[in-house]
């Protein structure tokens, strides 16, 4: 199977930036996908990456190293409503999709 | 609303009862899954649907039954459930066929599963 790495928790101040990290190892790669998903509600999709780099998208932007099976998240001026769970998943050479047990991150005002 | 649609929310069940989760895809997918999703752990995928066929079972039990009558349509029947079974469900869609690996997944808001 495939291995996903992310922490389990992280707590920041409204306002302030916060990386969530992830870590793969898989069988071949396809692309590296976070979700982000309220408490209740469905994961929404939220960037993808297949080439090395920076991927940015308003507030939110992922980076991707392939040699180093590592992304981040990175979520800028945090606001309350950002409060959510964020989900790393990999697509391997099979195209088989597989998820990290995702990061719960807490904005505190 | 992300254009699928899971029913009940909650759903409270002895473990001789049968019932059965109910997913609806409004996007016009070719695909469609069902996710099991337990506190702290990774989303597990359990069955996937592709033009109505299934083409996955990671080895999921027999208490779990799939059916898809059609491409926006996936059921999960449920029956002798265990108490380890209670957790999130999540149906999900896609449009499959691509070679960049770049489709994405439209999940619900899931069925909330307690068995008793």
């Known amino acids: 199977g495939q291995n996903i790495d992310q922490p389990t928790e992280m707590t920041a101040t409204e306002g302030a930036i916060v990386q969530i990290n992830c870590t793969y190892q898989?069988?071949?790669?396809?692309?590296l996908f976070w979700y982000q998903q309220h408490a209740g509600e469905a994961p929404t999709f939220l960037s993808y990456?297949?080439?090395?780099g920076l991927e940015e998208k308003g507030r939110f932007s992922s980076f991707l190293s392939r040699s180093k099976g590592y992304s981040y998240l990175l979520l800028k001026e945090l606001q309350m409503k950002d409060s959510a769970s964020y989900l790393c998943?990999?697509?391997?050479?099979?195209?088989?999709?597989?998820f990290g047990a995702g990061t719960t991150v807490t904005v505190r005002a | 609303e992300t254009g699928v649609t899971q029913t009940p929310r909650h759903l409270v069940m002895g473990m001789t009862n049968k019932k059965s989760l109910k997913c609806e895809q409004h996007l016009g997918h070719n695909a469609m899954y069902w996710y099991k999703q337990s506190a702290k752990k990774p989303l597990e995928l359990m069955f996937v649907?592709?033009?109505?066929?299934?083409?996955e079972n990671n080895s999921v039990p027999s208490r779990f039954s799939p059916e898809c009558p059609n491409s926006s349509h996936l059921f999960l029947h449920l029956h002798t459930l265990q108490p380890e079974d209670s957790a999130l469900y999540l149906c999900?869609?896609?449009?499959?066929?691509?070679?960049?690996?770049?489709?994405?997944?439209?999940f619900g808001s899931g069925t909330q599963l307690s068995v008793l």
């Open positions: 898989t069988s071949g790669f396809n692309g």
């Open positions: 649907y592709s033009l109505e066929e299934r083409v």
């Open positions: 990456n297949v080439l090395d």
């Open positions: 999900a869609s896609s449009q499959e066929g691509g070679t960049t690996g770049s489709e994405k997944l439209f």
């Open positions: 998943a990999v697509r391997d050479g099979d195209y088989k999709l597989s």
